[in-house]
């Protein structure tokens, strides 16, 4: 819920107006609202449990911050364009596979918590690459396409 209050604000700081901003700040959710479904039918987990899971990785992984940078990405050609979508398509995808993983590596968890423990344990390395890296992109110039495929291919090495 935060990301949501954080995001409208963001929205009407910007000057949308608040019930415009409120709609689009639901998009995102909603349109997670639909993987989340997906992997909890595929995986016989309920919905809050997956819910859980995929927020919490998007948080752990700083998902949001990658998806504002890749939004960010100047598209002054056609193909610029396609490989930002590109981009976008991954790393939603991304977020799919990584709360599937999750949930296979401890699909009789208790709860969301430990599930994500038990992954974070088996991908120790992996995950402390990962978070150099965000830092190292944090801190330097401004992101490009190289850099954030470089990024997400860091990502995928989680799944």
């Known amino acids: 819920m935060n990301a949501l209050n ?11 107006p ?8 639901k998009l995102d959710p909603s349109y997670a609202a ?11 987990q309920g919905v809050d449990r997956v819910a859980e ?11 949001r911050w990658f998806g504002d940078q ?9 193909w610029q364009g396609l ?4 981009l976008r398509d991954d790393l939603a995808r991304q977020t799919r596979l990584l709360t599937a993983s999750v949930i296979r590596l401890s699909p009789d968890g208790i709860d969301a918590t430990e599930m994500l423990a038990a992954w974070e344990a088996s991908n120790h390395a992996p995950l ?12 330097g110039p401004a992101l490009d396409l190289a850099m ?11 799944t």
């Open 53 to 63: 899971i995929y927020f919490a990785l998007v948080g752990k992984l700083e998902m």
């Open 83 to 86: 490989a930002r979508n590109a």
């Open 128 to 139: 402390s690459r990962l978070r150099e890296m965000v830092a190292d992109l944090k801190t």
């Open 70 to 78: 890749i939004n960010a990405l100047s598209t002054n050609t056609h």
């Open 6 to 16: 954080e995001r409208r604000a963001e929205l009407e700081a910007a000057g949308v």
């Open 34 to 44: 639909l993987d989340i479904v997906d992997i909890a039918t595929d995986s016989e």
């Open 18 to 25: 608040a019930g415009t901003a409120e709609q689009v700040a």
């Open 148 to 158: 954030l495929s470089v990024a997400m291919r860091e990502l995928r090495s989680l």
